[in-house]
């Protein structure tokens, strides 16, 4: 039984959605060779599942060319390509017609392992009498740049939500599948102009037997989980080595989380035995490496655990099990993901514990033991050690028996409140103690101030007496001088007197 995406590839231009610059662009280059003008190749540049091998088979099929489709990334292929670069001088097909060559991946040339690859790749393209196609995700690797002079780079968007959708109808249409636009929408904005990955979702959501809105928005997010679905799509599709090890290039997973996607899905995409076990083999071999990796920080024996999980994996299986495969999500990490939101919140005791006493949290989680001991056998000392704690009602409710929480928050609001009532006194007592020293204080104060009223007055009356004696001594004087001179007088007038009367 054909997958989806191969059951329904567009076989014509015409039936080749969107892109329709890229299809003028297309068919004017193929015409040109035709008139032996000789172009150069073009390279379709885009996202996964965009349409560019598609488009390269349609424009083979339209204008009646043969394709010879090659991966470039495999060095075995290479010598496959030389040949037949070297053997079609004619350009022809040994059935006369013209010749189309697609080499896929050529952003799967890996620069170091593959120095060669580029300058085999330039060689062919500069021999070939052919029209050659390349296609990669990236072709702005500046090990690439060779490649990008000596062709022309066409550049493939996304598929357009609205184009994925018409797809998805008409396949929904010809499948008779039971499923309202709706939910069609769901899966087409949920690609991400990725129409592979919107076929196939499609396609597993028909498998699974039902396709409503709610289950459609349960598919894996893109640019998460969908990373890691691609990644087990690569390695386990791919029989190259270099593809393989590419595949968790844009994952975003640890290898742990890798190996575990791995390990549950190896039965169902392998079903020969020996390729099952060889897989298995790689897989705890690569096992032994992370765990190295991890317990005594040798990070330079990353890279052996990576390659055995992705390239062991991917060449564990003699040939390529065509159709497709649904991969599930690994069940030890779906116990994981259950368990999650308690074993944070236990994450999150454990922290408070370890702060308070200065505790690492393996010692934290000892803490914790003897703290529902103590809960059980002492509430009311239990209470205080939560509420020291900081550790709140919906957290303990992990640990302990809910009648037991609310006993305790019971004792920590009476206890809370009763403290909030003793502070309250002390605020009033300290208020009056307060009012009382202010008091004082003003009487003080106003005590002074007439004291000093008091002392003022008197100075004055002293000033007032001084002013008196001064006036009265004034006018004593005075009036002696007045005697004096009334005596000075008379006896002047006597002495007249005396004188007149001699
Ligand atoms: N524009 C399109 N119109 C109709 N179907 C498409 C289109 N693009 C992609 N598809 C569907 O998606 C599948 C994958 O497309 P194709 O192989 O061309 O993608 P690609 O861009 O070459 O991806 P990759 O980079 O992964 O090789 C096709 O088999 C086809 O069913």
Not at 277 to 299: H, M, N, P, T, W
Not at 440 to 445: D, N, Q, S, V, Y
Request: charged residues 40%.
């Amino acid at each position: 039984m054909l997958e989806w995406v191969e059951k329904y590839r567009p076989k014509t231009l015409k039936e080749v959605a969107g892109h329709n610059e890229i299809k003028e662009k297309l068919k004017k280059w193929i015409e040109d060779h035709i008139k032996g003008k000789n172009p150069k190749p073009i390279i379709l540049v885009g996202n996964p599942g965009c349409g560019k091998t598609t488009l390269a088979h349609a424009l083979a099929n339209d204008y009646g060319f043969d394709v010879i489709e090659l991966n470039a990334s495999d060095k075995r292929n290479r010598a496959a390509i030389r040949h037949i670069v070297g053997t079609a001088a004619s350009s022809k097909s040994l059935t006369g017609k013209n010749i189309l060559i697609i080499l896929d991946e050529v952003d799967g040339i890996s620069g170091t392992e593959d120095s060669g690859g580029v300058s085999e790749i330039l060689k062919v393209i500069k021999e070939a009498k052919n029209p050659i196609i390349l296609t990669a995700n990236d072709i702005y690797k500046p090990t690439l740049k060779p490649l990008r002079d000596v062709c022309e780079v066409i550049n493939v968007p996304n598929v357009h939500t609205n184009t994925i959708l018409a797809v998805l109808k008409r396949i929904a249409e010809k499948e008779g599948l039971d499923v309202d636009e709706k939910t069609l929408k769901i899966i087409a904005k949920h690609s991400g102009g990725d129409l592979r990955a919107a076929i196939n979702d499609l396609e597993a959501l028909a498998l699974g037997g039902e396709i409503s809105p709610e289950i459609a928005s349960k598919l894996p997010d893109r640019d998460t989980e969908r990373t890691i679905f691609d990644a087990m799509r690569i390695i386990f599709k791919t029989t190259h080595y270099d593809i393989a090890t590419l595949a968790l290039m844009n994952c975003n997973e640890d290898l742990q989380t890798v190996e575990e996607w791995l390990a549950e899905n190896i039965p169902n995409e392998y079903k020969k035995l020996e390729d099952i076990e060889r897989a298995y083999d790689y897989l705890s071999k690569a096992d032994i490496f992370l765990g190295r990796v991890y317990k005594r920080q040798y990070f330079g024996l990353w890279k052996f655990a990576s390659a055995l999980m992705t390239a062991g994996v991917a060449l564990a299986k003699d040939e390529k099990y065509r159709g497709f495969t649904k991969y599930s999500y690994p069940s030890v990490l779906n116990l994981l993901t259950k368990t999650k939101a308690k074993r944070e919140v236990l994450k999150k005791i454990l922290k408070k514990i370890g702060e308070k006493t200065h505790a690492s949290s393996k010692r934290a989680r000892e803490d914790l033991e003897l703290l529902k001991a103590i809960i059980e056998n002492n509430i009311e000392m239990g209470a205080d050690l939560v509420r020291y704690f900081g550790i709140t009602k919906e957290e303990l409710e992990n640990i302990v028996d809910k009648k037991l929480v609310s006993e305790i928050f019971k004792i920590i609001e009476k206890k809370k409140k009763e403290e909030q009532k003793e502070k309250k006194e002390k605020k009033i007592k300290e208020k009056i103690v307060e009012e009382k020293e202010k008091k004082e204080k003003i009487e003080e104060k106003v005590e002074e101030k007439i004291i000093q009223k008091e002392k003022e007055e008197t100075k004055e009356i002293k000033v007032e007496e001084t002013k008196e004696q001064k006036e009265e001594v004034k006018e004593e004087k005075k009036s002696k001088k007045t005697k004096k001179s009334e005596k000075k007088e008379e006896k002047a007038k006597q002495l007249t007197l005396d004188a007149f009367f001699k």
